[in-house]
């Protein structure tokens, strides 16, 4: 069978015509041969978003943004998402903007809701989420931090400021003198701890019998304090302090005139009698002595015996007076 020419050219008008649609298809993005499901996501702002941009699932590429368009009446955004995968997407999954880098533009990953086992239909909407990105993420946290850094900045200047006052050509003589004295005591200070290593090493035998000597007097004393612990000075304290306590009650005794010694100390009519009775001992013996043939006759021709003349004058209290 022959085809007409009228016939071929009807072939390959509408062959033309399919590939122009198919072409135009592709060029958007769209594959006329491949089965999509659309939904649609509302955002407030999707600055950095355009069409075309890939939409993820964990990292993989499972769709693309179709359209962008804008709503006259509440003025948000409503995103046209085309998605070509087999993975089932639950009514309560979560569309976030997000930006994966900081050279490439947004992307929108969905984030799926595993315990809803509701399937999200052809055409419904999902909930709309904007992430902050790398950079607006970085200038967030690098914020705070840009704020200290201005008044460490400032701080910074006073000081120098201070330091530049400070240091004018006299304090730069002054720093320079007290540092070149500085190292003059450094030196100086090196020279001594020289000198007192040598006196270290000269004397070392010396130094080593005085630790020697410190070691045994330590250990004697340790055996001291042994023999201390042995001797049971609690003991010997508590007796002591019996004892103290008996010598202060004999005491507090005499001075009230208890018992015959606190009696005799107390008494001062004894006292009197004592001083009395030891004044006339000492005029007796006084008169003994300087007349003793009144006391003591011995006649060997039987002469009779004087009568007792009592002393002109008392001796012994005229020596006292």
Do not use: C
């Not at 950095?48 to 993989?60: E, I």
């Amino acid at each position: 069978m022959k085809l007409t020419r009228e016939i071929k050219t009807a072939i390959l008008v509408i062959s033309a015509i399919l590939l122009f649609i198919w072409g135009y298809s592709f060029l958007k993005g769209r594959d006329l041969f491949t089965n999509y499901k659309t939904f649609y996501v509302e955002y407030d702002n999707v600055e950095g978003l355009s069409k075309s941009a890939p939409v993820t699932l964990n990292g993989l590429t499972i769709g693309k943004v179709n359209t962008i368009n804008i709503n006259e009446n509440t003025g948000k955004l409503l995103v046209e998402l085309q998605i070509k995968t087999d993975f089932p997407i639950s009514k309560s999954s979560v569309a976030s903007i997000y930006e994966p880098g900081f050279i490439a533009g947004k992307q929108i990953s969905i984030t799926p809701n595993f315990d809803d086992k509701s399937i999200a239909e052809d055409g419904q909407k999902l909930q709309g989420k904007t992430s902050l990105g790398l950079t607006a993420s970085l200038t967030e946290k690098l914020a705070p931090t840009q704020q200290k850094l201005d008044k460490l900045l400032v701080n910074a200047d006073v000081l120098i400021s201070g330091i530049n006052n400070v240091l004018d050509i006299k304090g730069q003589e002054n720093l320079k003198k007290s540092l070149s004295e500085l190292s003059k005591t450094i030196e100086q200070f090196h020279k001594a701890s020289g000198s007192i290593n040598t006196l270290l090493d000269d004397n070392k035998t010396q130094i080593k019998g005085v630790v020697t000597n410190f070691n045994k007097v330590s250990s004697d004393f340790s055996k001291i304090s042994d023999s201390l612990t042995k001797a049971n000075l609690g003991k010997t304290a508590k007796n002591l302090e019996k004892t103290l306590a008996n010598v202060d009650k004999i005491i507090a005794n005499l001075q009230t005139g208890k018992g015959s010694m606190g009696k005799m100390l107390n008494d001062e009519a004894l006292y009197n009698n004592i001083a009395k009775t030891s004044k006339e001992l000492e005029l007796l013996l006084e008169d003994l002595r300087l007349n003793p043939t009144r006391y003591v006759n011995v006649s060997l021709f039987g002469k009779k015996n004087k009568p007792y003349v009592e002393p002109v004058k008392d001796t012994v209290s005229k020596a006292k007076n």
